[in-house]
């Protein structure tokens, strides 16, 4: 099995930063794309930013140019660094991995870190 564990999330001041980190652990492979996606109440979960094992990226339009993924592949460990954060960015991030275990490729997902941005 695999599992997926998230850290970094708390109560942090509007234009300030945080880092979330996300470490996956169990039966794995390779894991292929890597990210994270957030959910704020009565909205629908969204990708935030993700990272390929490549390499490439993928960001949120409001995020882009204030965040950045990135991955310790030997680790197996996603990482997200966001600046200049806005109450708008308030939501419960999750992490998500895209994991070959086995002979099985699957998704798999964090349980939640809590991010609220607030004076």
């Known amino acids: 099995q695999v599992q997926l564990v998230e850290s970094g999330g708390g109560l942090v001041q509007p234009g300030g930063s945080l880092r979330l980190s996300c470490a996956a652990s169990?039966?794995?492979?390779?894991?292929?794309?890597m990210g994270w996606y957030r959910q704020a109440p009565g909205k629908e979960r969204e990708l935030v930013a993700i990272?390929?094992?490549?390499?490439?990226?993928n960001y949120l339009d409001s995020v882009k140019g204030r965040s950045i993924v990135s991955r310790d592949n030997a680790r197996n460990t996603v990482y997200l660094k966001m600046n200049s954060l806005k109450p708008e960015d308030t939501a419960l991030y999750y992490c998500?991995?895209?994991?070959?275990?086995?002979?099985?490729?699957?998704?798999?997902w964090g349980q939640g870190t809590q991010v609220t941005v607030s004076s």
């Open positions: 990272m390929s094992l490549g390499g490439s990226t």
């Open positions: 998500y991995a895209n994991v070959q275990s086995g002979p099985n490729r699957g998704a798999y």
């Open positions: 169990g039966s794995i492979f390779n894991i292929g794309l």
